[in-house]
Every structure is written in structure tokens, then in C-alpha cells.
């Protein structure tokens, strides 16, 4: 009944598939710009922005979104987001230049994120909208500011339901405080309004704290201010998985290996964040948000439709139209999902004392996984004649014994030989860049934009990329899988490296 060998297939963009189905397509990139590489696919994030914009359409006449730049350092993303007319949200000195020099205007520009004294005297000069950390912060805007400056400021709330703790943001506790400050400095500083960001795909928990941000909005009118911007954040979900049910068997089948039954899945004593405990596994996996079904524009569709007790039961979208607020959003991870891949080579395979098989790549951990937590995505390697399945370990280049890809057992249909191009999936969400060194050396792994066109794909240097979309939205394309096959040259690549 359990199928064999466990799996955890990847959902793929079809013009991710195109691409990797187009013969020589992946090889000519590697022989062309090197290995290992990552590559972004810009119409994939525009066809993310536009499906999140769908139900703010539909729902809210006041909205922003503001593409969090964190998630990666993509020239081509930055580019995509400002021709489709969106705003950014940056949160270093490099994203506010990167973010510039891709034509954001000051208008456009959200800082959000920690920030330093140098960096604020910067953003107080350039007059950018400051989302504000902490009151050191606040105070430190209205000293640098001039008496009419009118710095735009929205503030950063935390801590909404009892016993949830932030290190970011200004708890509802202290809101008091602040208030206090920016309605003594008017001239200095203009208040747009609260903000929060919540890393959950919780639903009750945004809706509390947008109810909550509502009751902070009415305090600062009290006091004679005026914010009309809610600032709901990001942490809208990515869907990895393309088959739920084999990666839930997947992940007994691993559970059942921690209890020492069945097949060993894991690499040394990793236990990916579960308790191991008096003959049964216990708590979260670190992995949790792998097994994630539910689309971010259903989580924004359901949020946006989801009742206000303390407002009749009228819906999130009607108390902030009613109110002629504007929402902003600040999504990240939704917005490249399936939007980047990163391609590697094997290098050898070998086997160890306890037989386990390990696959060596040319990469290392850090370049495709996001904070060190385990990725779970099967690898795509080319089909191979051979025995198989063979469940193997991946290794990446550094001598570190932690320097392993994957800490869980990934099964292939054959086993993989020296110089076969290993496709990492779904990488551009944090995966390529949060967490990328340069130990031992080696350089990061460059970085190609891919766009499918009429006449087969275009591969160029992601620094280099320029779209071509159409004005404020991207226009709908087609993206019925046979062109790629068809086209007399399947890969067309625009400048080397
Ligand atoms: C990281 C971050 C985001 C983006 O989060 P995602 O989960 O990628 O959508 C948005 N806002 C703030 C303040 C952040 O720190």
C-alpha cells in the first residue's frame, strides 16, 4: 500500500519543466556559464504578482505590495517588480541601492528591518518611507528630521496574542509611547499608519492582529493623528510539494526510521527538529513548511474574506475599505516561488563503512538551503540505465563533516555517475542567498535569468537582465509546453560570463 521508495516529488512552473525538458537546454547553460549555477525565471514572478494581485483587486480600491528584496538578491526580480508597477520593501543599504538602481523611485521604497544610525541618517536625507523597528529608532528620525521634513514613518507592532514574543517591532504594550512622539512631532514626521509581519500560515493570528492594528489606528486618531496604511506584511506560503500524499509518507516513513524501524533515512543523529522520546516522536519538524498545499493567494483570498468580530462580522476587506485605509503587503517567498532553480554537478559517488551511498556535488550546503534547515524537495538528476532505486545521502564540496545536502535519504531511480547535472528545485525563496558563504574560496554560484520566448529560451547574466513586459501588468502569455521542443535552437544565450 505505502509506496516504494519514498518520495518528495517537486512541483514544478511548466516553464521550469519546459526548460529542463529541452534537450541540451541544461547543458549548454553549464558548458556555457560554468557549474554550479542558479537560475531565476522572472515570468514565473511575474505570474506570482499577478496572482496575488487578483483578490486585492477584486477586494481593496487601496493596496500596495511591496516585493520583500530579502528573499534574493535577483537584479532580474527587482527589475520585474518595478516595470509591473509594484513597490519594495528593502532592508539593507545594498537593497536600497539595488532597489534604485533598478528605478525605484523614494515613492516606491519601503525600509524596513533593523537599522543602524548611519543607515538612518541616510533614509532621513533621502526621505524614503522608514517602517520603524523600536523606539530608539522613532526618536532618532525625529532628531535627524527638519522641523517640516515630514518623513513618512509607519510603525512596527508585536507581540498580539499573550505570550507571543518578537525581536522585532514595538510591543502593543509600549504603542503608547510612541504615539506620544509622533503626535509632538507632526512637522517632522508624517505617520502613514501600523505595520506588522508574522512567519505564519496562520490565519487567526493575522486576523487578530489586523483587528488589533484597527484598535491602535483609533487610539492615534484620538490623539489627533491620521494613519490610513495597514501594513499586513508578508509570510504568505509556497507550495513545494507536487504530490501531498507521498511526501506525508514520506515523512512516517521517516519518523518510523528515527524509531529505528525500517530503512535508517537519516544522516548521523539528525532528527530534524523532532523529539525522539520514550518510543515515539514527538513536536514540529524544522521542515514543516515543505508540506504546505495551501496557494498564498487562497491565504490572501481568505484573510481578505475573513470576519471582524468587534466589526459586526463585516470582513478584513470591508473594514479597510470602509475605512479608506490602504493595505500593503510585503510579500517575499510568494512571489518567486517556483521562480528559481539552482543547477549542480556530480562529481563522485562513494560509499562508507555503514554502506550509506554519498552523491558529491560541486556546491555546498549554505547555497541552496535557507538557514540550515533540511530541504525537503527531491533533487532531479537525468534518467541513467542502471539497477535501481539507490538511496543516497548528497554531499556538498567543503570538508566539513555537516557539509551534507541532504540530511535525509533521497532515492534516485539509478545510480548517478560523474558530470551528471543534479537540479536542485524551487530554490529562489531565501534558498539561493539567505544563507550563502564563501568558504574554502569558492565563489558563489552565478547567477542566470531564464526567459522562455517565442523561439526557445534566452539565458542571460541575471545582472544583464532587462524585461520586456509590457507596461504597469504583465500581459497573460501562453505557456502550452511545445514550443520549447520545436525551436531550431533550443537555448539562445545572450553575452557570456
Ligand atoms: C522577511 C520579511 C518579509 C517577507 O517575508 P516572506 O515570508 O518572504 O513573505 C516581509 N516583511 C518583513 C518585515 C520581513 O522581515
Not at 537584479?75 to 525605484?104: M, N, Q, Y
Not at 506560503?237 to 530503512?263: I, M, P, W
Request: glycine share 8%; with cysteine; charged share 20%.
Amino acid at each position: 500500500m505505502t509506496p516504494w521508495p519514498p518520495a518528495l516529488p517537486a512541483k514544478l512552473h511548466p516553464i521550469v519543466r519546459a526548460f529542463l525538458d529541452t534537450p541540451g537546454a541544461v547543458a549548454e547553460t553549464l558548458a556555457t556559464y560554468g557549474s554550479p549555477v542558479h537560475l531565476v525565471f522572472p515570468q514565473v514572478f511575474a505570474e506570482n504578482l499577478a496572482r496575488l494581485r487578483a483578490p486585492l483587486r477584486r477586494g481593496l480600491p487601496g493596496h500596495r505590495i511591496c516585493y520583500a528584496h530579502k528573499v534574493n538578491q535577483s537584479h532580474a526580480f527587482v527589475r520585474t517588480a518595478e516595470r509591473a508597477g509594484v513597490a519594495i520593501d528593502v532592508a539593507s543599504p545594498h537593497e536600497l541601492s539595488s532597489a534604485l538602481g533598478a528605478g525605484f523611485d523614494r515613492a516606491r521604497i519601503e525600509v524596513t528591518g533593523p537599522k543602524g544610525e548611519a543607515f538612518l541618517r541616510d533614509l532621513v536625507a533621502r526621505r524614503v518611507t522608514i517602517n520603524v523597528d523600536n523606539l530608539w529608532e522613532l526618536g532618532r528620525i525625529a532628531e535627524l528630521a527638519d522641523a517640516h521634513a515630514e518623513i513618512p514613518v509607519l510603525l512596527r507592532v508585536s507581540g498580539f496574542d499573550p505570550g507571543q514574543v518578537s525581536r522585532f517591532g514595538v510591543p502593543v504594550a509600549h504603542v503608547e509611547r510612541a504615539l506620544e512622539l509622533l503626535s509632538a512631532q507632526r512637522g517632522r514626521i508624517a505617520f502613514l499608519g501600523f505595520a506588522f509581519h508574522l512567519d505564519s500560515g496562520d490565519l487567526g493570528e493575522r486576523v487578530r492582529a489586523i483587528d488589533a492594528c484597527l484598535r491602535l489606528i483609533e487610539r492615534a486618531y484620538d490623539r489627533g493623528l491620521t494613519p490610513s496604511v495597514l501594513d499586513i506584511g508578508g509570510g504568505f506560503r509556497q507550495v513545494f510539494t507536487a504530490d501531498a500524499e507521498r511526501f506525508d509518507a514520506y515523512v512516517l516513513a521517516l519518523r518510523e526510521s528515527l524509531l529505528g524501524r525500517g530503512e535508517p533515512m537519516s544522516w548521523g543523529s539528525n532528527t530534524f527538529g523532532y523529539h525522539v522520546a520514550g518510543g515515539a516522536v514527538h513536536g514540529t519538524p524544522v521542515f514543516h513548511k515543505y508540506a504546505n498545499t495551501v496557494s498564498a493567494d487562497r491565504m490572501l483570498t481568505d484573510l481578505l474574506g475573513a470576519p471582524l468580530e468587534r466589526h459586526g462580522g463585516r470582513t478584513v476587506a470591508q473594514v479597510v475599505g470602509d475605512n479608506l485605509l490602504e493595505m500593503w503587503l510585503e510579500p517575499g517567498k510568494a512571489l518567486v516561488d517556483h521562480a528559481g532553480i539552482t543547477v549542480a554537478t556530480v562529481e563522485f559517488v562513494k560509499e562508507i563503512s555503514d554502506g550509506s551511498v554519498l552523491v558529491h556535488v560541486d556546491l555546498s550546503r549554505d547555497a541552496v538551503t535557507p538557514a540550515d534547515q533540511e530541504v525537503m524537495v527531491d533533487p532531479i538528476l537525468p534518467p541513467r540505465a542502471g539497477a535501481g532505486p539507490v538511496g543516497v545521502y548528497f554531499a556538498g564540496r567543503l570538508c566539513l563533516e555537516r557539509d551534507l545536502i541532504t540530511n535525509h535519504k533521497v532515492w534516485l531511480p539509478t545510480r548517478p555517475g560523474p558530470g551528471d547535472p543534479v537540479v536542485f528545485p524551487n530554490t529562489a525563496a531565501y534558498h539561493m542567498d539567505l544563507s550563502a558563504a564563501t568558504a574554502s574560496m569558492h565563489p558563489l554560484p552565478r547567477k542566470l535569468a531564464v526567459t522562455r520566448e517565442p523561439d526557445g529560451f534566452r539565458v542571460v547574466r541575471d545582472a544583464d537582465y532587462e524585461p520586456d513586459l509590457p507596461g504597469e501588468s504583465p500581459a497573460p502569455r501562453d505557456f502550452a509546453p511545445q514550443a520549447a521542443h520545436a525551436a531550431p535552437s533550443p537555448v539562445r544565450f545572450v553575452e557570456g560570463p
